[in-house]
């Protein structure tokens, strides 16, 4: 178990509730684990975000498009019990 919920998915290989970054593609199939990889290391160095949710917008901006943060981070960070990140 990591510092916290965004940590928790770090150590587990970017994975929780069999959602990972390893799978995340966007809708046309190209690999996108890299910007998931990323995204989620910006929520766990930025954890929390506070009500503001300051961190999610910029981490979210370092290239998670909304099909991205639909398709993997969100499912991510909701299997992570991630609510607030």
Request: glycine share 10%; with cysteine.
């Amino acid at each position: 178990v990591g510092k916290n919920c965004a940590d928790t998915i770090v150590i587990n290989g970017y994975s929780a509730g069999g959602v990972s970054c390893a799978m995340c593609t966007d809708n046309n199939g190209n690999d996108k684990s890299a910007v998931c990889i990323m995204v989620i290391k910006c929520y766990d160095t930025n954890y929390p975000c506070g009500s503001a949710n300051n961190c999610a917008n910029g981490c979210n901006n370092m290239g998670a498009d909304s099909v991205i943060q639909t398709k993997c981070i969100t499912p991510l960070l909701t299997a992570g019990n991630c609510v607030q990140p």
